[in-house]
C-alpha cells in the first residue's frame, strides 16, 4: 500500500510539467545471457534508442542494442532490434520511472578466434520486458540512470558452439544520456 500511495502520490504534479514529444537515448548496455549449461556473458555493449509519444505518458520507442562476448571459445556478436510501448508511471523534476515491452529481433554471428567470422549466423525472434529511472537534469538532458530488462530470444546457435536450439533467458543492464525534444 505504501508503494502504491508512492508511486500515485506525485501524479498530479508530474501531470503539471511540460513532457517532450520525443527522447533519444545513448549509453552503455550489458547483456547476461543464459544458453541453458553454455553460460557466457556478452559484454562491452551499446544501446541506442528513439521514442515518440503521442500522448503524454504512452509513448513507442524502438531500441538497438549490440554486445559482444565470447562462449565456449566462439566469439559471438549479437544486435537486438526490438520496438513496443513505452509508458512513464511517473515524471516529477526529481525522477521518472517507465516500464515498457518490446519485441522484434536478434542477429547473432559466431567467429572462431583467429579465423574471424566463421560464417555462421542467427536471426531470431526476441521480447524485452522492462523498466528504467531517469533523473532530470538542466535543459533537455536527463540521465538513464538504470534500464532492467528481462530479454528472451529464439537462439540456435552452430554445432561449433555446441549446439543451442531453444529460448534463452537473458538480463540486460543499461544506462546513458537522454535527449529530450519537442514540449506538449
Known sequence: MLLT?????????????????????VGYAYLRSDFG??????????AFSAAYFPLQRLG???????HHGTIRGANIDTTLVLFGPRMYFLRSRVLEVFGHLLSGFHYAQVGLPGLGVAGDDDTGFALAAGFGLNVPLRGRF???VLQ?????????????VGKIDQLAD?????????????AR
Open 148 to 160: 532492467v530488462d528481462y530479454v528472451t530470444q529464439d537462439v540456435d546457435l552452430p554445432a561449433r
Open 5 to 25: 500511495s508512492l508511486t500515485l502520490l506525485p501524479l498530479p504534479a508530474g501531470a503539471q510539467e511540460d513532457s517532450p514529444r520525443a527522447e533519444f537515448c
Open 170 to 182: 537473458n538480463f540486460r543492464l543499461s544506462a546513458g544520456l537522454v535527449l529530450n525534444w519537442g
Open 37 to 46: 549449461d553454455r553460460h557466457g556473458s556478452l559484454v562491452g555493449g551499446g
Open 60 to 66: 513507442m520507442v524502438l531500441e538497438a542494442s549490440t
Open 142 to 144: 536527463t540521465l538513464r
